[in-house]
């Protein structure tokens, strides 16, 4: 996809966010037209809870007034499916306009930023997006993250086991997902989009095209107590810009 952006990554090495003074910096260097804010605490296994998130939240408002103030036209950030209210299992794909009710600190911490960084940008003529991002999976992963979870075990002949492979959930590629938020940034939507596939498949199911045939793979289907049972996105606003991610089924079906 060619948007015709000059694009500036600066890397945790490059400037520290969390860091005021560097980050004005940054920004007074560069001199964005357009942000994608990816930034966060994502640490596998505490991200939920780490106290950062409130830090990150600081920072991140921080970054998007000084980015307002040098006349920044457009600011994407992104944020999250924990966004939602999920305390009825997900029978439904969840679409933007659906109740949010994010039950951890994470989640609360994304969603509260947003609808800071709406009530700033709007007065300022700023265009504004969300992205809520669904089930991501690709290169680099944490090994315990799902599809590795399984896939490096079984790839060096140990066992792998899948311990509530009835939950269903809207997996997205990294690669796909990184397709889907540079048409945002291009576009002039506002407001939340849902970051997934609109599929959803079983962790059974996907655990096993992970496999795909090879030998070691156990599937169990234990209760996820305080796990809603779906977690599936309504990609119609994604759609309207003329994407749509293929689901983690394809895609894994395709790599093996």
Not at 28 to 57: K, M, S, Y
């Amino acid at each position: 996809m060619t948007l015709g952006f000059e694009v500036v990554t600066p890397s945790r090495q490059d400037c520290d966010l969390l860091d005021p003074a560097q980050m004005r910096a940054m920004l007074d260097r560069v001199r964005p037209t357009h942000i994608l804010h990816c930034a966060w605490q994502v640490t596998h296994g505490r991200f939920w809870t780490a106290p950062e998130n409130l830090d990150w939240v600081a920072a991140t408002l921080l970054l998007a007034r000084h980015a307002a103030a040098l006349g920044v036209a457009r600011f994407v950030g992104v944020g999250t499916c924990a966004e939602y209210d999920w305390s009825d299992g997900g029978p439904g794909r969840r679409a933007e306009t659906d109740a949010t009710r994010p039950d951890t600190p994470y989640g609360r911490a994304k969603l509260a930023t947003a609808t800071l960084l709406g009530d700033l940008f709007a007065p300022a003529g700023v265009s504004f997006a969300w992205a809520r991002l669904f089930h991501l999976f690709g290169p680099g992963e944490h090994p315990a993250r799902f599809v590795p979870s399984i896939a490096i075990p079984l790839a060096e002949g140990r066992p792998a086991t899948v311990r509530h492979g009835g939950l269903v959930r809207d997996m997205i590629a990294a690669v796909e997902a990184g397709a889907a938020l540079a048409a945002m940034v291009g576009s002039d939507i506002e407001g939340p989009v849902n970051i997934g596939s609109g599929e959803g498949a079983s962790l059974a199911a996907l655990a096993g095209a992970i496999a795909a045939g090879r030998p070691g793979l156990a599937v169990e289907n234990l209760p996820a107590l305080g796990q809603p049972a779906r977690m599936v996105a309504d990609i119609g606003r994604l759609a309207a810009l003329g994407v749509r991610p293929r689901g983690a089924l394809r895609v894994l079906g395709s790599t093996q």
